[in-house]
């Protein structure tokens, strides 16, 4: 049985590190949303900024969405791949597709993820007994063994993970508001990439496995040591302590869409082609001081309905498993550098030591 989460949101510590995140990281996006939070939605020019739990449900859900569109995440897939999309059929080789990946990242496929992942952690956490543990770097190895099991390529899992990293960045204004600018750096890096592939389409998976435990896993752990909840966590309180952790954090802050037909959002008209920037964040009530009461909240940073992330039970037991390795060792944060280059708000350098040891 889980036992629920302790609370987190109080812990100001916590907050005030993890907002310094986004404030080093993304200042003018996380300024934008700021100030812009209170209203439920709000259309700047084509773009319409979505923060209203509601209204971000409703337009994953009852809207219909461009796929492909510019400057959405299926747009910056397709710029990755030239074109070649994990998801570019119709109908139901659409749904087949994704219910096949599904099958791949879902909890079927922990018994045979899940053992690469806790390999990694057995070789690398008994260091913090003697010495520190730097954070990204074992992140990073996480991410590259997963995701190297994921697209079956025979490229190092580094060389893969770092691939995936630099695409990442090299693409990430495609997501956010304001002009979007064709950029060859953006097409060496894709290229880079898919060469790696036994199947181009795969890029769109390795990029999202590596940048989203990347930028999660030091955040939520950093959060875990800052409200100094390690006496709390066991096997039984860790996999509702990592849902919590991923709502607060919201690794993937912002997901950008595309309205394919004309529609009506929170009262506001939609336009075929308008694009629609919905603040996981926000949806997810990661900004409260307060934990929310809707179960929502939770799901909300992985999307939701046929737009919800088919990786979100894998991104919860890697985490759970990770604090579950940290917590007998009691770290505590020595050194926190922000990636100012990366395509999500996270850290490049994450140093933890254990409590007690010099």
């Known amino acids: ?34 100030a812009t939070r209170h209203r439920p939605v709000l259309r700047l020019g084509r773009t319409l900024l979505v923060h209203d739990p509601d209204a971000y449900r409703h337009a994953l859900t009852r ?21 070649r999309l994990l998801f570019d059929q119709d109908g139901d080789d ?39 543990l730097e954070l990204v770097d074992l992140a990073e190895e996480l991410a590259a063994t997963t995701a190297a099991a994921l697209t079956g390529t025979s490229a190092p899992p580094r060389q893969l993970a770092r691939a995936a990293r630099e695409a990442a960045a090299a693409t990430a204004r495609d997501h956010l508001p304001g002009p979007r600018r ?13 060469a790696l592939l036994p199947d181009p389409r795969d890029a769109m998976l390795a990029v999202a496995a590596v940048n989203t435990t990347v930028a999660a896993l030091p955040r939520a752990v950093a959060w875990c040591a800052d409200a100094r909840r390690w006496p709390a966590v066991d096997e039984h309180t ?36 308008d694009r629609l920037i919905l603040v996981a964040r926000h949806a ?9 009461e809707d179960p929502a909240a939770t799901q909300a940073v992985f999307g939701t309905g046929t737009h919800a992330c ?12 990770t604090l579950l390795a940290l917590a ?31």
Not at 15 to 27: A, E, I, Q
Not at 104 to 124: I, N, T
Not at 249 to 271: M, N
């Open 328 to 358: 007998p060792h009691h770290p505590h944060v020595t050194r926190a550098r922000v990636d100012r280059h990366a395509a999500l708000p996270g850290y490049a350098h994450l140093t933890l030591r254990a409590e007690g040891t010099r």
């Open 63 to 83: 809207i219909p969405l461009a796929r492909t569109a510019p400057g959405t995440t299926g747009g910056t897939a397709a710029q990755l791949t030239g074109g």
């Open 238 to 273: 860790a996999p509702a302590l990592a849902a919590e952790l991923l709502r607060l954090t919201a690794p993937s802050p912002l997901l950008p869409r595309a309205a394919a037909a004309d529609a009506t959002l929170a009262g506001h008209p939609v336009r075929a082609g």
């Open 310 to 321: 088919p990786g979100a039970a894998l991104a919860r037991t890697q985490l759970a498993d």
């Open 182 to 194: 064709h950029s060859r750096t953006a097409g060496d890096a894709a290229a880079r990439l898919t």
């Open 94 to 132: 659409h749904r087949t597709a994704r219910r096949a990946l599904a099958t791949d990242l879902g909890a079927a496929a922990l018994p045979r993820l899940r053992p690469l992942w806790q390999a990694v952690l057995a070789e690398r956490v008994p260091a913090l007994a003697t010495g520190t």
């Open 1 to 34: 049985m889980t036992t629920p989460a302790p609370p987190l949101a109080a812990s100001r510590r916590a907050r005030r590190r993890d907002r310094t995140v986004y404030l080093r990281s993304h200042p003018l996006l996380f300024a934008l949303l700021c």
């Open 284 to 292: 997810a009530r990661a900004h409260h001081r307060t934990p929310p």
